[in-house]
């Protein structure tokens, strides 16, 4: 059978030479292609540098970084030479420590103040305490440690574990002793430092405290569901002003997550896209029916176009948004024009591509009633290319929304410069993660916005070329 | 003339004014959102302008002035300028170039794992998709910055930040090639018993290799402009370059890169669009 199909085969091939040579020669093509691309592949990998991931990738960091935008951290601090003076604090911030006499803010639970016998607890969520005496730190009831721990400072004052000298290694993990430090990091979510001059605790929980009303707030001891309840209750919280106005001011100038001025500047980012969008959309109309050869017989005019286009684009937005800030400064205004400007060569040339590729029956249809040119232009060619138009520019108001934040991060402002700052801190990473759920959620919502107007302006949201 | 009408002629005409009305106050609403948009839009551009807008259009031309006066100044001298930075042109085309390919690959990948008619199982679809939703939405520039925060300034997180964005982004166009293509060649080789592997590697591929090259190309176009920004935050390249040389107000040297830049972009259009044109014979 199989030997049958070969002689067949073989008869087909002397029958039909040239189609065989011909796949071969293709194929052999596409192999040359792709042991090409494979070279520059591997060139690529040393070039820049992939090899070195492993080595500038600090697991570390990473783990902070990203341990520090799903959660929140109390510092609790004393001090050596005044061990009854313990300071707590929210994220070590001087301004938002717990107890302080003028405000009304009360020691959180899991710190318990004894006399210093028994020593002041400090509570973990996984049950393990750290106990602070005048003279020493107890670690105890770890889980997964048999036994529990004692830091001292020796004669020069320099901490120490003690007995550490009788432990084995693998005992002493979590551990990480230098000459001025002994720190003590079970998990990520538990960390006690003991320095020479002082004790510094942190104490990790999940979630984003005070992401609705500051720690100074005085709506801070509600939630937001009963504060959003004690808007209709005619007993004021403040005597200053009603409860509806203090609950929307409190949460617009929230310091922790200032929602007021990244909303602001979120608002900001969308005005460039949108207004970019419609701008370049504006200005892109009239141009395309200019540079289409079957509405304008200058031939000398669409080509200046055309290259105007050309130029219009390929000056990235990068540039203009660059010349627009030295001349409007950092404000929407930069970005709506470097958006306007780059789109209108975009939009240009494809509208301009769309008009080309009309039907000429219709417009023909128009001139036979004896219409004028410019009624079979509006009665022949619009019709016809008015979804391209809505849906290509709708398409762009996506993409131009993430091109406004790149915009803002460049000097525009926005959310873009927002996020670029909050990253530059180096510890408000809360705040980063926030911003960039922020992003994400806009740009999808635009994604969405702009394929449902497809839908009930056009019919169909996929984008249409022609 | 409406007396003369039989009456169903008389409802047809009202059906159409009717329709008329309806289109027209359609459009109109559309109109009246449109200028409201405009207007708001404004409002919030003026509040948050640092400066005036009539200023900004009167101050328009000076940079690109002063940047031209920089370089007549220069005369001859000017053209070393240029050749300069071209090592730095090349080693953003780098970037853009192999973070294309890889997220060319991983977007096939994804692509496969997406597409209703390669795949039955309708949780594995939704997942890639909502995945690829969230690797194509995030700006490129959101990523790099935070790999730029945890490597330290190099080439590495642009070439990561854009990986991710082109996976994402090509995934969703290439599912819909995928699920767009004709069926027959598949049912033919299911008929004769191929592996899955075999239908997609013999029915599937030959049908939207052009498209997915074409679109690759285009990537590669719009990649060149990202890893250039990219490169203002501190991924290397002619973009970190730029960045420095307007920090120090050099004109001559800053116009030369945008000249290189614009070039770039320019040919890389024009070539692009030549390649898509003899792969699947339309420009778009």
């Known amino acids: 059978m199989s030997s049958s199909l070969a002689i067949e085969r073989d008869n087909i091939r002397k029958l039909f030479p040239d189609t065989f040579n011909q796949a071969r020669k293709s194929r052999i093509k596409g192999q040359i292609i792709f042991f090409l691309i494979l070279i520059y592949l591997i060139i690529g990998f040393f070039t820049l540098d992939v090899v070195d991931i492993p080595k500038k990738w600090k697991p570390q960091n990473a783990a902070m970084f990203v341990l520090d935008t799903y959660a929140h951290k109390d510092h609790v601090t004393m001090k050596w030479e005044n061990p009854d003076d313990i300071k707590i604090a929210f994220e070590g911030n001087y301004r938002s420590v717990y107890g302080r006499d003028n405000l009304d803010k009360s020691i959180p639970e899991w710190f318990y103040k004894n006399s210093d016998n028994i020593g002041n607890v400090i509570e973990f969520n996984n049950e393990g305490k750290a106990i602070l005496y005048k003279d020493r730190v107890e670690i105890v009831n770890f889980p997964k440690y048999e036994r529990d721990f004692t830091i001292k400072l020796n004669t020069n004052g320099k901490p120490y574990v003690v007995g550490s000298e009788n432990l084995a290694k693998d005992d002493l993990k979590g551990f990480r002793i230098t000459e001025n430090r002994v720190e003590f990091r079970p998990t990520l979510h538990e960390r006690v430092q003991v320095y020479p001059k002082k004790v510094e605790i942190h104490r990790y929980s999940i979630g984003w405290k005070y992401f609705w009303f500051d720690f100074s707030s005085p709506l801070e001891p509600y939630s937001f569901f009963e504060a959003l309840g004690l808007t209709f209750s005619k007993e004021r919280v403040v005597p200053e002003m009603s409860n509806l106005k203090l609950f929307l001011t409190e949460i617009k100038d929230n310091e922790a997550f200032m929602h007021g001025r990244v909303w602001w500047a979120m608002l900001e980012t969308i005005v460039m896209a949108v207004l970019g969008t419609m701008f370049a959309t504006v200005m892109a109309l009239p141009l395309s029916f200019l540079a289409a050869y079957n509405v304008t017989p200058i031939k000398a005019l669409r080509f200046t176009l055309r290259r105007l286009f050309d130029t219009l684009r390929g000056i990235d937005f990068l540039i203009w948004s660059l010349i627009f800030l030295r001349a409007f400064g950092p404000g929407p205004f930069t970005g709506i024009f470097a958006i306007g400007f780059t789109d209108t060569g975009t939009l240009g040339k494809l509208y301009s591509e769309a008009i080309e590729n009309t039907e000429k029956k219709q417009q023909e249809g128009v001139q036979s009633t004896g219409a004028s040119k410019f009624l079979q232009h509006r009665f022949g060619i619009i019709p016809q290319i008015l979804p391209i138009f809505v849906s290509q520019s709708l398409y762009y108001l996506e993409s131009n929304t993430r091109g406004a934040v790149i915009i803002g991060a460049m000097g525009a402002g926005g959310i873009g410069l927002q996020f670029l700052g909050a990253l530059g801190t180096g510890n408000d990473f809360e705040n980063v993660a926030y911003m960039a759920i922020l992003v994400l959620a806009v740009v999808i919502f635009m994604d969405r916005l702009s394929a449902w107007l497809r839908r009930i302006l056009i019919g169909t949201d996929q984008l249409i070329v022609r | ?284």
């Not at chain 2, 004014?17 to 106050?25: A, D, E, G, P």
């Not at chain 2, 690829?132 to 080439?155: C, E, H, N």
């Open chain 2, 1 to 284: 003339m409406s007396k003369a009408l039989p009456a169903n002629l008389e409802q047809i005409e009202v059906n159409l004014k009717k329709l008329t009305n309806q289109r027209t106050r359609s459009s109109l609403l559309g109109i009246a959102i449109l200028i409201l948009v405009f207007f708001s839009g404004t409002l919030v551009s003026l509040e948050a302008n640092a400066g005036s807008f009539g200023r900004g259009i009167a101050n328009f031309f000076n940079y690109p002035r002063d940047l031209f006066i920089d370089t007549f100044e220069m005369g001859w001298k000017y053209w070393p300028r240029v050749v300069k930075y071209i090592p730095e042109l090349i080693t953003t085309l780098n970037i853009a170039l192999f973070s294309t390919s890889i997220g060319f690959v991983l977007a096939v990948i994804f692509a496969i794992f997406s597409s209703r008619n390669l795949i039955r199982n309708k949780r594995v679809i939704q997942f890639t998709k909502f995945f690829m939703d969230v690797t194509r939405s995030f700006p490129t520039l959101i990523i790099a910055m935070v790999f730029l925060y945890l490597m330290g300034k190099s080439s590495l997180p642009a070439v990561i930040a854009i990986t991710i964005h082109t996976a994402g982004a090509l995934g969703k166009l290439f599912t819909e090639a995928i699920e767009n293509c004709d069926g027959k060649p598949i049912e033919g080789l299911s008929s004769v018993g191929a592996t899955w592997t075999q239908k997609i590697r013999f029915s599937v591929l030959p049908q939207v290799l052009p498209l997915f090259l074409s679109y690759g190309i285009l990537r590669l176009e719009i990649n060149v402009r990202e890893s250039t920004i990219l490169g203002f935050v501190g991924a290397g390249g002619i973009g970190e370059m730029l960045a420095a040389l307007i920090q120090w107000n050099y004109g001559a040297d800053v116009l030369a890169c945008m000249f290189l830049l614009v070039g770039t972009i320019i040919a890389l259009d024009y070539l692009s669009a030549y390649w898509r044109h003899n792969l699947i014979g339309v420009n778009q």
